[in-house]
């Protein structure tokens, strides 16, 4: 099944509804916006749907969320992706999974290890894909660094810096994050 997803042509539609999305509907207003709001929400849903590698029934899709050109991107049902976030272009996101605003998560970083070049100058070291499993709460202006597994059942308080992975159902807050007890 994998492999079949990987080898998808990216044709027309898929450019449309990127450029539908970044020009026009990630400028929408919020979700949440009284009479509009779940209009604004259903047309983003509708253009990640046409863009995303696998997009499942999701439940909200807020304005702007920054995802690159987004085509290997892996999203569950039933999961909701807050204000403001910024994602990389190939994160897997299981079902049910609440993300909160202003999210960051970083998919590769830059190298330093040579002297002789400035910091800026030297490539990025090789992406990490992150992957946030089933039934997941990320909270709010949470930061997720490259190559990062958010386990099944995992809470992510609001403000964290995850360094690390931890166990299933774990509590996890602080900077850097750390287990705050099991569920």
């Given at each position: 099944?994998?492999?079949?997803?990987?080898?998808?042509?990216?044709?027309?539609?898929?450019?449309?509804?990127?450029?539908?999305?970044?020009?026009?509907?990630?400028?929408?207003?919020?979700?949440?916006?009284?009479?509009?709001?779940?209009?604004?929400?259903?047309?983003?849903?509708?253009?990640?749907?046409?863009?995303?590698?696998?997009?499942?029934?999701?439940?909200t899709f807020n304005r702007k969320v920054k995802f690159g050109l987004g085509q290997d991107i892996q999203i569950g049902?039933?999961?909701?992706?807050?204000?403001?976030?910024?994602?990389?272009?190939?994160?897997?996101?299981?079902?049910?999974?609440?993300?909160?605003?202003?999210?960051?998560?970083?998919?590769?970083?830059?190298?330093?290890?040579?002297?002789?070049?400035?910091?800026?100058?030297q490539r990025e070291v090789h992406r990490k894909r992150i992957i946030i499993e089933d039934d997941c709460w990320i909270g709010l202006r949470v930061i997720i660094l490259p190559g990062k597994i958010i386990r099944k059942g995992s809470i992510?308080?609001?403000?964290?810096?995850?360094?690390?992975?931890?166990?299933?159902?774990?509590?996890?807050?602080?900077?850097?994050?750390?287990?705050?007890?099991?569920?």
């Amino acid at each position: 099944m994998d492999e079949m997803l990987n080898n998808r042509k990216i044709g027309l539609c898929y450019y449309f509804f990127l450029f539908l999305y970044y020009i026009f509907a990630t400028h929408l207003p919020d979700s949440y916006t009284p009479i509009i709001g779940k209009w604004c929400n259903w047309l983003r849903i509708v253009c990640v749907r046409h863009i995303f590698l696998k997009c499942g029934k999701i439940y909200t899709f807020n304005r702007k969320v920054k995802f690159g050109l987004g085509q290997d991107i892996q999203i569950g049902d039933f999961s909701g992706i807050g204000a403001n976030v910024d994602m990389p272009h190939d994160i897997v996101i299981g079902s049910h999974v609440m993300l909160g605003r202003q999210t960051h998560i970083f998919a590769a970083n830059h190298t330093f290890d040579r002297k002789d070049v400035s910091m800026n100058m030297q490539r990025e070291v090789h992406r990490k894909r992150i992957i946030i499993e089933d039934d997941c709460w990320i909270g709010l202006r949470v930061i997720i660094l490259p190559g990062k597994i958010i386990r099944k059942g995992s809470i992510i308080g609001a403000g964290a810096v995850v360094t690390k992975n931890f166990e299933e159902y774990s509590v996890i807050g602080g900077n850097p994050a750390k287990l705050i007890r099991k569920r």
